[in-house]
């Protein structure tokens, strides 16, 4: 198997899997087949951009922030994304403020990018926090309510 291929596995792994340690990883792989030492993971993770963030259960898990732009983010990711990481969504005037759990706000701003969603300029993203802004035609009202939905806070 080739690094490429090897690095696809892990970012779909991490993906799909709340995976909270290198040797956990190693062992998903394992059962896909996949040989891979620790280290070498340890340099795939390096590779990939992976990072730690706290989820709301407090554990720490593994995400990829890089995203591919060409690649939309399916509704139901983003609905998951949204409804696990957002704790609040609030507006002034264009602009909608979500909150997150420490080290998230950049995993959910990347699948808002990701996702296509009609109405949203861009995204900025700190630890924990984030602003999206909306297209003018759209609003920051209904935005904000579209937002609140896909976090299930509505």
Excluded: N
Aim: net charge negative; aromatic share 2%.
């Amino acid at each position: 198997m080739s690094k490429v291929q090897r690095q696809q596995s892990i970012a779909r792994l991490i993906s799909k899997t709340a995976v909270t340690s290198q040797p956990q990883l190693v062992d998903l792989l394992a059962s896909d087949g996949i040989a891979a030492t620790q280290a070498t993971v340890s340099r795939d993770l390096e590779d990939l951009g992976a990072v730690k963030v706290r989820v709301p259960s407090g554990e720490t898990v593994y995400a990829i922030p890089e995203y591919e732009p060409d690649r939309l983010a399916p509704q139901d990711q983003l609905r998951r994304v949204m409804g696990e990481w957002v704790a609040e969504v609030k507006r002034s005037g264009d602009i909608v403020v979500l909150r997150t759990p420490p080290g998230c706000a950049h995993v959910v701003a990347s699948a808002l990018d990701r996702s296509g969603l009609e109405g949203i300029l861009g995204t900025v993203a700190g630890d924990d926090t984030l602003l999206c802004v909306a297209e003018e035609a759209l609003g920051g009202k209904a935005l904000q309510s579209t937002l609140r939905e896909l976090a299930g806070l509505s």
